[in-house]
């Protein structure tokens, strides 16, 4: 059984796991699938093109406004120059980061 794509890390923080495609034709966050690696990952959409860290700006922009939190509390944490990534929310206490995280999961059904 293949890790989930979203974790909670700590009493305040969340992780989301993400297979990230550049350049598409449409933003958008879909349902997440097994990467192949045991990992679960939303799998993120973006316009914009890997350079200059535009797509990863971009993921990170989309990520905070489906959840509905300032883009400042999303983070690429691991995988810069990947298109598989960790994302990294700071929560604002354990309930806050508890409602993120049920959000984030909301996004992968």
């Known amino acids: 059984m293949a890790a989930p794509a979203v974790e909670r890390e700590g009493p305040a923080n969340v992780s989301i796991f993400v297979k990230v495609q550049p350049k598409a034709r449409k933003a ?3 349902p ?3 990467d192949g690696h045991g990992r ?3 799998q993120v ?3 914009a093109a890997p350079e200059d860290g535009k797509a990863n700006a971009a993921v990170e922009r989309l990520v905070a406004e489906a959840l509905g939190i300032a883009r400042n509390r999303v983070r690429v944490v ?3 120059t990947d298109r598989a990534k960790r994302l990294g929310i ?3 206490g354990f309930a ?3 409602d993120i995280a049920a959000r984030a999961r909301a996004l992968g059904a």
Do not use: C, N, Y
């Open 78 to 80: 691991q995988g810069v």
């Open 32 to 34: 997440a699938r097994d």
């Open 45 to 47: 959409k973006v316009t």
């Open 28 to 30: 958008a966050i879909e």
């Open 40 to 42: 679960m990952r939303l």
């Open 90 to 92: 700071e929560g604002e």
């Open 96 to 98: 806050d980061a508890e």
